[in-house]
């Protein structure tokens, strides 16, 4: 199962938006040999590793920028809980704990609130396919699996609640706001995928 997956709910505008919009730019990133390895029952500890190290160097970055701005968005958004790149610290450090992590030189734009939400739908979103990457690593006996373990049961909760709040603050918004968010969904996913595919 692709680790972006994205768990239905109820529809509304932004996130119908956000699924047709963004879909060629998701299908893109699943398109990387940790995938294709799991795809075809070949996953291996190194390509794991690489990955997990792929990961942090975006996640890492968008989760300080975040936190810039943890304020404006009140408790309801749980931003401290939702703060995920130490689980992918502990994941490598049980494989290689001196190997060194390299940063995503070409981050999305992350000023603006819109911005914002929008890697951050495409980011949370990637907890639900986690679910299901761990069974899978569980079965090939890797233990690197914290971070995809993510918030364990309470990922579907918590994945329903981010929508909820991401579709009321997009329906309360302009127009162009929600065109915003789309558009950072998008980059960031391409940006990801960049980063993850060819760098």
Known sequence: MPIFAFMPVATTDILAQLRQQTRPYHEALEQNRFNQQLAAGTVSVDTTAWFLAKLYGFLALFEARLQQHAAGFGPAWEIDQRQRSHLILDDLRRYSPTTPLPLCPAMPALDTRAQLLGAFYVLEGSTLGGQVITRQLA?????????????????????????????????AAPAAFQAAVVESASLTFQRLAAWINHA
Do not use: D, M
């Open 139 to 171: 079965q090939a006996g890797i233990p690197l699996r914290s971070y995809f373990s993510g918030y364990g049961t309470q990922t579907g909760p918590r994945w329903k609640r981010f929508v909820e709040l991401l579709s009321a603050e997009a329906h």
